[in-house]
């Protein structure tokens, strides 16, 4: 069964940790999922999951990290304790002691260092395309969608319409995608439109990001794993993959205990359509099967 994405969602700001969090906050069943999205994206990039049924499977929440989209975005602050801190503080709010946790790129970074930072506030730990180790020239692979937080255009249609026909959207457009997209958007007073997601934050983010020591938070992660890869080009036909299957594969056996699963797609595509529908199998499957092996029925 197919579900629309904005189906039963709410929308919520609350102050955590001395700064307003968006979120979204999905209905549904067994244990509750956080999902933490990618270094410039926003909570709808998930929207493809949830079409594919990942709620009501599961309630699912979903927060704009600071400095994205509809987050409040402080000058500085956007090191991964910082991060950290207002995921646990929106568990507080929220009144959940213990999660899944699922993080997409930078957030499967994020939900990393909290599994390992704070252990008793995450029940697993779902890794999307993120790795201890990429290849160098990843920055230039992502300069191209990070370029379009600095870009005015004028209209919501043609910065759409643009993003449609980059080559590392890999050719995948749906109702989803776009629900992604428009939501990090504001509209100027003359009609032209722009990122809502600050550059600097993101910027600021990635250096936060490169000056932690991944191999020791992921040797300290005790919870279960699961690593999900996209091996799909990130850009033009022949493009390398942003996590390359060697680098991924690594990650996992540096956790105690995790399962690597080669997922369709590559890093955008993968939550979304056809390729979405099977990350969100896997993210289910991986969810419902205790740790004799034994799978419960929703």
């Not at 004028?154 to 992604?180: F, H, N």
């Not at 938070?217 to 890869?229: C, E, F, K």
């Not at 990130?234 to 205990?257: K, M, N, V, W």
Request: charged share 20%; aromatic share 6%.
């Amino acid at each position: 069964m197919t579900h629309t994405a904005s189906a039963a969602t709410t929308e919520h700001r609350v102050t955590c940790n001395g700064i307003e969090l968006f979120y979204l906050d999905l209905p549904g069943e067994g244990p509750p999922v956080v999902l933490l999205h990618g270094l410039s994206s926003n909570a709808h990039a998930f929207s493809g999951l949830v079409s594919a049924g990942l709620s009501p499977a599961f309630r699912l929440i979903a927060p704009d990290l600071r400095g994205r989209a509809r987050s409040g975005k402080p000058e500085t602050g956007y090191g991964m304790p910082e991060h950290a801190a207002d995921v646990i503080a929106l568990l507080d709010h929220l009144g959940l002691e213990r999660v899944v946790l699922a993080g997409h790129s930078f957030g499967g970074y994020l939900a990393i260092y909290i599994a390992a930072t704070f252990p008793e506030r995450v029940e697993k730990l779902v890794v999307i395309d993120a790795a201890i180790t990429s290849h160098p020239r990843i920055g230039l692979a992502l300069k191209p969608s990070l370029d379009r937080l600095t870009r005015v255009s004028p209209s919501a249609e043609a910065y759409l319409e643009e993003i449609k026909r980059a080559p590392y959207m890999d050719g995948v457009w749906d109702e989803d995608v776009e629900r992604y997209f428009r939501a990090e958007l504001s509209r100027n007073e003359d009609g032209s439109v722009q990122a809502t997601t600050s550059a600097s934050a993101v910027g600021q983010a990635a250096m936060g990001l490169a000056m932690e020591p991944w191999l020791h938070h992921v040797q300290h992660v005790r919870q279960p794993t699961l690593v999900l890869n996209a091996l799909g080009s990130y850009g033009p036909p022949g493009t390398l993959p942003l996590i390359d299957e060697i680098s991924a594969r690594a990650t996992a056996r540096a956790f105690p205990d995790a399962t690597y699963l080669l997922v369709p797609g590559n890093h955008i595509s993968m939550v979304f359509g056809t390729a979405g529908a099977v990350v969100k199998q896997e993210i289910e499957h991986f969810i419902r099967t205790d740790i004799n092996g034994r799978t419960s029925r929703g």
